[in-house]
């Protein structure tokens, strides 16, 4: 895959420059620097992360890591810390060889986001462990909170480490940013982000995160529609009943009750996680894997998607609130912040006209499962019945993200010896047993790779930013308050009927219940 070439396809003034330098295997000095590099983020993925991707020898050669944040720690101190990191949440206990050579490269530099003289600090820094030799090729990670990518990204402008003036980008070698997720709290904050990003970055050198998309499972999404020819003549209107996608969750907001509380499952789950997953199931086949083809495909999802402003949202949205929401530490006692939400989308277009797509997703519910389900049209006509006190399902086929992940094909068969009775079973595929020796690996480490490599793929562009804000902004501004539902169920009963309104009930395939989720 290459982040530099395009399909052709595009009439959109496309927001996708292609003049990055290719950065195939190099020798060239490559940094990475992680602002906020005493993070929970750094420490429970991004490192580990690292460290296996440096132990399957798939970094960069020389690869340096330099975290950069407010405590006052030497290189020592921030490699044991990491250490401890990688043993928790990472594979360090059995490769501490490994870890002590990793670790030579590793580095601190202890500065304030706000402040341009640890900017200067930083580039010193820098200079010194690129040796003095161009080009060098660096890689700005921002896992700091929102309110800092926009001041950080000015900094990283103003300070020449983004660029120098005056030398061209071969020269001096590739600058990207990772930018973490939430992007934005709604369009307007979103385009004044990219705004201010695009002042220092061009796009191509802009990734923005979406973890969900170094899935491994959301990846075979893809493979699965487009590498079989079985299933795409099915995947429209004329077989479709409906679409769910759901992305339930057992834990609370716990620790995280204060931003949450500021933002809520719409902004937490909705506009990101569950957008993308939508887009990947209801998207063209495009005719290359290539960032471009990609995610101009993706974003023509999301411009069909019928938006009915806030009379839409409310009739096809039911949010809610586990019970004990309001008593958790750093949550406003009056907040109306939903922790759930169901929706009802359409997308306007050839292939998907009238087929409902539901997603579903929240805390403190009674399984935690990602799932995509197809259900099929019933049968035009029926000859056969289900066993007394049975029901017939039509055919669904479920993708089943985490965490057993696989696939279920759900079908019809005889009951055996019970006359011309049926019943429905499922066909199934484990990653775990038909993949035994191999891991699926977190999604950090395909990200971080594919970052360094300068393929955007799996990264979000602008403009798809800027449509999922226009998606769900009416349910931003929804005034209704949210059904309350006990922890531990499937969300506020309100979500059942809104199914129930097209003859439809949720469905789970793939959890430990393995049927209804409801
Ligand atoms: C994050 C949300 O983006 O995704 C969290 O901020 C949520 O609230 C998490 O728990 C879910 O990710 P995963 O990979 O566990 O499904």
């Not at 195939?24 to 490559?30: F, K, R």
């Not at 491994?216 to 493979?223: A, D, K, R």
């Not at 907040?335 to 050839?350: E, H």
Request: aromatic share 10%.
């Amino acid at each position: 895959m290459s982040a530099d070439s395009t399909d052709g396809l595009s009439t959109e003034p496309t927001t996708e420059p292609t003049t990055e330098p290719t950065t195939e295997p190099t020798t060239e000095p490559t940094t990475l620097v992680i602002f906020g590099g005493t993070g929970d983020l750094a420490r429970r993925k991004l490192l580990p992360a690292l460290f296996q991707l440096g132990c399957k020898d798939r970094l960069p050669e020389n690869l340096k890591i330099i975290g950069f944040a407010r405590q006052n720690l030497t290189d020592d101190n921030y490699r044991d810390l990491m250490g401890d990191s990688v043993r928790e949440f990472g594979s360090l206990a059995h490769r501490t060889d490994e870890w002590a050579m990793f670790a030579k490269n590793i580095f601190f530099v202890p500065g304030d986001l706000d402040s341009p003289g640890d900017y200067a600090k930083l580039k010193s820094r820098l200079e010194f462990l690129e040796e003095g030799r161009q080009p060098a090729n660096r890689l700005f990670y921002l896992s700091v909170a929102p309110r800092f990518f926009g001041p950080a990204v000015a900094n990283l402008g103003s300070s020449g480490l983004a660029g120098e003036p005056g030398l061209g980008r071969v020269e001096q070698g590739w600058r990207r940013a990772v930018i973490e997720k939430p992007f934005g709290r709604d369009l307007d904050s979103a385009q004044a982000l990219n705004e201010s990003v695009g002042r220092v970055f061009d796009e191509s050198q802009v990734y923005r995160i979406d973890h969900y998309l170094g899935k491994e499972t959301v990846q075979n999404l893809l493979v699965f529609r487009f590498s079989n020819t079985i299933f795409e003549p099915l995947w429209n209107r004329n077989y479709v009943d409906n679409i769910q996608i759901t992305a339930s969750e057992e834990v609370s907001v716990g620790d995280r009750a204060g931003y949450y509380d500021q933002s809520g499952v719409i902004r937490d789950m909705v506009q990101n996680h569950l957008l993308q997953l939508l887009t990947m199931v209801a998207m063209e086949p495009p005719n290359a894997m290539d960032a471009n083809s990609l995610r101009n495909h993706k974003i023509e999802v999301l411009r069909a998607i019928r938006r009915g402003g806030p009379e839409g949202a409310a009739r096809n949205t039911v949010l809610g609130q586990y019970k004990g929401y309001l008593d958790e530490t750093g949550v406003d006692p009056g907040s109306s912040t939903p922790t759930f939400a169901a929706l009802r989308l359409y997308v306007d277009n050839w292939r998907w006209q009238g087929v409902p797509f539901y997603l579903r997703t929240g805390k403190s519910m009674a399984e935690k499962v990602t799932e995509i389900v197809i259900q099929f049209k019933r049968p035009p006509h029926m000859m056969f019945s289900a066993a007394p006190g049975d029901e017939l399902s039509p055919n669904s086929l479920a993708l089943c993200l985490q965490p057993d992940e696989g696939v279920h094909l759900r079908f019809g068969v005889k009951i055996p010896d019970q006359g011309m009775f049926m019943d429905s079973k499922d066909m199934s595929f484990h990653y775990d047993s038909a993949f035994k020796d191999q891991d699926i690996p977190e999604a950090y480490e395909r990200l971080l790779q594919d970052a360094l490599e300068g393929d955007a793929s799996l990264f979000i562009r602008s403009d798809h930013i800027e449509q999922a804000w226009r998606i769900v902004e009416p349910l931003l501004d929804s005034k209704n308050r949210p059904h309350p539902y006990e922890p531990g169920t499937w969300g506020p009963e309100a979500a059942d009927r809104l199914l129930a309104e097209n003859g439809h009930k949720w469905l789970g395939l793939c959890g430990a219940e393995d049927e209804g989720h409801a």
